[in-house]
Structure formats: structure tokens, C-alpha cells
């Protein structure tokens, strides 16, 4: 090996775990958040629902754009890549999410434009925003901070990061409903094992539109079933 070649295969080195840890640090920050925003906007403020939905999706969505843009992701190409397939899961996964939700019990709902307002407020943007925070977000920085590793270039090494993305995942939808005063009991276990199935899409395909469409999917059918339920559509009265 050449001087040249060594010194830089020696910055490169020195370089990928400060870039690894910058990462881990946003995917910390966002956990952190991810617990505060409901706790402090939901359960202490008890902001209006409508409300609390518009603040909470600019935080959600607003966190991985400053995450992408600061750390030099490239954001479009993300949303471009395989993107076929994120859709095409994100549909699919939508209806085994909607299976889960009408297998609750149904409820009232509202009717004309007040339904189609909640709907779009309360499905898609509330549900896509909820997709991106507790699974898009997690899932793209920790496959972010194995990057520059040999792991990316090995099956294991890319299931191991994969369960490594997937747990980060789990540990955020935990951390955001625990800011939920009903949350804090046995009850947090259902948002858990529904994030194994609503993370999917973009898991497999490193797409983070993927999991917010399963999950705007799952929203928008509790809207439908159940305006009032207790479980996917916090905060709750």
C-alpha cells in the first residue's frame, strides 16, 4: 500500500466515527423530543387536538429535514430511491395496519365535511408525520452511522444494522407514547408491536416514505372506525 493510500485510509477511519457519532447524537436529540413534545404540548398544556396535530407534524417532519440537511444526507435521492416499492409497501402494510385497527371496537365518527377534514388532518397528515418521526427518522440515521463501516457490505452486517434500525425504532414509538399520561402502562406494548409492521416498508427499502404511508393508512382507517378510540389517535381525553 502506498503512503498516500495509507494516510488516507487512515482518515477515513479517524473520520467515520465522529460522523457516526453526530448521528447517534440527532438520534438521541430525537428521542428525547419525541417524549417532551406530547408530554409537554399534550399532557400539560392540553392543547387542543387540531392544534396539538399542527405543532407536532412540523416538529416531526421538521426534525429529520434538519437531521438530512445538517448531516449532508441527500434527501431527494432518499425519497427517489426504490421508491415503487416503498409505495407499493406502504399500501400494503396500510391494510394489515387497518386489519389491526378494525378488529377494535367501532365507534361514532363525524359526518360531511367535519369527516373529510379529519380525514386529512387527523389520517394523513397527523398519521404520515407520526410515520416519519417514529420510523422513517430512527431507521435512516442508524443506517446513516454504519455508512462508512464494512458491515453495509455484508449480509449480516446488514441484517445486524437492520435490528439495530428496527430497535431504534421501537425505542422511539416507546419514548413517544410514554409522553401520553394513558400510555404510561401495559397499554404501550400495542404501539410497540404495531411498530414492527408499520416500519417494514422503509426498513426493506431504505425509503422514508414507505412507514408513513402504512401509518397514515392506519390513521385514516381509525378516523373512519372509530373517531373517539383510546388507542390510535392520542392524545385522548
Do not use: C
Not at 493510500?5 to 460522523?19: C, E, M, S, V
Not at 436529540?29 to 387542543?48: K, R, S, T, W
Not at 425509503?207 to 378516523?223: D, E, K, Q, S
Amino acid at each position: 500500500m502506498s503512503t498516500y493510500a495509507y494516510r488516507r485510509r487512515i482518515r477515513l477511519a479517524d473520520r467515520a466515527p465522529t460522523a457516526a457519532s453526530i448521528h447517534l447524537a440527532w438520534l438521541g436529540a430525537g428521542v428525547v423530543l419525541g417524549f417532551l413534545v406530547p408530554y409537554v404540548l399534550a399532557d400539560q398544556l392540553e392543547l387542543p387536538k387540531d392544534v396539538y396535530y399542527g405543532l407536532y407534524s412540523a416538529f416531526a417532519i421538521g426534525l429529520f429535514v434538519a437531521w438530512a440537511v445538517s448531516t449532508g444526507q441527500p434527501l431527494a435521492g432518499m425519497i427517489r430511491g426504490r421508491w415503487r416499492l416503498a409505495v407499493a409497501l406502504g399500501v400494503a402494510f396500510a391494510g394489515v395496519t387497518a386489519l389491526i385497527v378494525i378488529a377494535d371496537d367501532a365507534g361514532p365518527r363525524p359526518d360531511g365535511f367535519e369527516l373529510v377534514g379529519a380525514i386529512v388532518w387527523r389520517g394523513l397528515v397527523y398519521g404520515f408525520a407520526d410515520g416519519v418521526l417514529l420510523s422513517a427518522f430512527p431507521i435512516l440515521v442508524v443506517f446513516a452511522a454504519f455508512a462508512s463501516t464494512r458491515l453495509r457490505e455484508r449480509l449480516l452486517g446488514k441484517v445486524a444494522i437492520g435490528l439495530a434500525a428496527l430497535a431504534a425504532s421501537v425505542t422511539m414509538t416507546a419514548a413517544y407514547h410514554l409522553g401520553y399520561s394513558d400510555f404510561r402502562s401495559e397499554k404501550v406494548q400495542k404501539p410497540i408491536t404495531g411498530d414492527l409492521v408499520w416500519s417494514v416498508p422503509t426498513l426493506v427499502t431504505l425509503n422514508p416514505l414507505g412507514a408513513p404511508i402504512a401509518h397514515a393508512g392506519m390513521h385514516v382507517t381509525a378516523v373512519l372506525h372509530n373517531y373517539e378510540t383510546d388507542l390510535f389517535l392520542p392524545p385522548h381525553d
